[in-house]
């Protein structure tokens, strides 16, 4: 493969250069800020200073102009067109259901999943089959593999300008995941309580590819000279804790996810993973395997994000914090002194490097104006003047 151009602009605006930094654990003034996911159209546009009605009509470039005016430092997922999957009032013309969103009938390869025995019949059919084939052609395309994944970067980068960082994120790294997304919650969480080893059997070919896949990722980082750095993003937990069991975890799941990250891990990379619901039992095993940062967490539902922050990754390093303020809760329910108050918690609560601040996750559309700009105001605050 001929050698690969340095994907990362060769001079950083100051905003990009401060996350470059920081995601490097680099001692930094300023605290940087992740990307602010806005999902009302009226708010993208005023952010933007464009007109009403822009962001339907040009919704990459009106979304990038929203993450400059923000004062956004770094994106990992780029995905500028899903606020279009929403109205005024969320998810309101939603007509076409899925495995998650409720559904009638899930039907995958002609196999009505409509017991935990036809999810065990597609899988062994289907899904572990079709992991296997995969595993063999990822060996004959390895260099497309490579190549494809530094022109997806190379083109988002581009767009992005000097000022504004592109880092790796959900397709730079695979692992093994519960399936529920393919045949629901139901069916797939009996299967799993039911047939363990069929579950087991999963997670181990998935493994094999992702471990093979990893290594190409990894390589495709070092030769592209991106930023170290890959956020992986699977819900394991609801509000009460993790969706299974910890111990079937423990002997399942965790020892193929390991096996499967191992090769990005002793690349150098961080590992950044998005927390959903309570996952508080599950970080030290994340971190015993490898993970280094953790984003995106619900407060409310028991994550202690003081004692989240005083972890250590496994060599004993500060751990990568993407801190936010609640989506759930202080955006749409507080007032800006409330908004300003949680990032100030967060500031002095959050590692000494390795922290960065933006809303928790996807803010939905009914936050108050007041308050989104009480977040840009405290985010641009924090990013210029660091803990000052």
């Keep these: 493969m001929s050698e690969v151009p340095n994907l990362v602009p ?47 009509c040009n919704p990459e470039q009106v979304y990038l102009a929203c993450q400059k005016a923000a004062g956004t430092c770094f994106i990992d997922q780029w995905i500028p067109r899903n606020p279009l999957t929403m109205g005024p009032r969320g998810y309101e013309s939603m007509t ?34 079709h992991i296997r084939e995969q595993t063999q052609r990822l060996a004959r395309d390895a260099e497309k593999t490579v190549t494809d994944l530094l022109a997806g970067e190379r083109r988002v980068q581009e767009l992005f ?38 579950m087991e ?12 896949y990893n290594t190409l990722a990894a390589r495709a980082i070092r030769e592209g000279r991106l930023p170290a750095v890959v956020r992986l993003d ?5 509000s009460r804790g993790t969706l299974v069991d910890i111990r079937s ?19 150098g990379v961080r590992l950044l993973w ?42 004993g390093d500060d751990l990568l914090i993407v801190a936010g303020v609640s989506v759930t809760r202080t955006l749409p329910h507080g007032t800006p002194s409330d908004v300003r108050d949680e990032l100030r918690w967060l500031v002095e609560n959050g590692p000494r490097t390795g922290l960065f601040l933006a809303a928790s996750s ?27």
């Excluded at 790294?173 to 797939?188: D, H, I, K, S, T």
């Excluded at 998005?274 to 967490?297: K, T, W, Y």
Aim: aromatic letters at 12%.
């Design 234 to 238: 699977h819900d394991m937990a609801d």
């Design 10 to 56: 060769a001079t950083l605006g100051p905003q990009a250069d401060l996350a470059r930094r920081v995601l490097a654990m680099e001692s930094a003034e300023g605290i940087p800020q992740w990307m602010l996911h806005i999902m009302e159209h009226a708010e993208i546009e005023h952010l933007a200073g464009t007109a009403p009605g822009s962001y339907a």
């Design 249 to 267: 975890l423990d002997r399942l799941w965790l020892p193929h996810f390991a096996r499967a990250v191992e090769p990005l891990v002793s690349a």
């Design 362 to 388: 996807s803010i939905a559309p009914g936050v108050p104006w007041e308050n989104l700009l009480a977040l840009v105001e405290g985010l641009a605050f924090y990013r210029e003047r660091g803990r000052a």
């Design 274 to 315: 998005h927390c959903d619901g309570n996952l508080m039992i599950l970080l030290p095993r994340l971190i015993e395997a490898g993970v280094s940062g953790f984003q995106g967490f619900q407060y409310e539902d028991g994550m202690d994000y003081e004692a989240i922050c005083r972890m250590k990754t496994r060599e």
């Design 161 to 198: 300008g000097p000022n504004l960082l592109k880092v790796p994120y959900g397709g730079f790294c695979a692992f093994p995941v519960l399936r529920y997304w393919q045949y629901g919650y139901e069916n797939y969480f009996m299967a799993y309580a039911l047939y363990p080893e069929v």
């Design 96 to 129: 076409e259901r899925g495995a998650m969103t409720g559904a009638e009938r899930i039907v995958c390869d002609g196999i009505v999943i409509d017991s935990p025995e036809a999810v065990v019949e597609h899988m062994e059919q289907f899904t572990l089959p």
């Design 201 to 212: 059997r999963d997670f181990a070919a998935s493994a094999d590819w992702a471990r093979a």
